[in-house]
Nanobody, 117 residues
Framework: QVHLVESGGGLVQAGGSLRLSCAAS????????MAWYRQAPGHQRESVAR???????NYADSVKGRFTISRDDARNTVYLQMNSLKPEDTAVYYC???????????WGQGTQVTVSS
């Protein structure tokens, strides 16, 4: 069973940067595509970035050009580099398989990102 642990969130001013990490334990996820999601209060969870097993990536329009997803399969870790942060990026961030995948890992606790104006 894979356990996902997200970390790296925090409080940052608008325009700042954060790097999130998602570490998987219990198994390896090389060969699987992965994604970062976020959920703001009163909103549904949305996918913001995904990365294929070969490293190809795509992004939601709201974060394109500001966020970069990457992976290190040797460390069973997926990253999300977030630059030029905006108050509307405030949310709890999670990682998991991308939308419409045939299966998902158990959701982790997420990591809170708060961007002040």
């Amino acid at each position: 069973q894979v356990h996902l642990v997200e970390s790296g969130g925090g409080l940052v001013q608008a325009g700042g940067s954060l790097r999130l990490s998602c570490a998987a334990s219990g198994s390896i996820f090389s060969g699987y595509s992965m994604a970062w999601y976020r959920q703001a209060p009163g909103h549904q969870r949305e996918s913001v970035a995904r990365i294929g097993s070969g490293g190809s990536s795509n992004y939601a329009d709201s974060v394109k050009g500001r966020f970069t997803i990457s992976r290190d399969d040797a460390r069973n870790t997926v990253y999300l580099q977030m630059n030029s942060l905006k108050p509307e990026d405030t949310a709890v961030y999670y990682c998991n398989r991308p939308p419409f995948s045939t299966f998902y890992f158990s959701w982790g606790q997420g990591t809170q990102v708060t961007v002040s104006s």
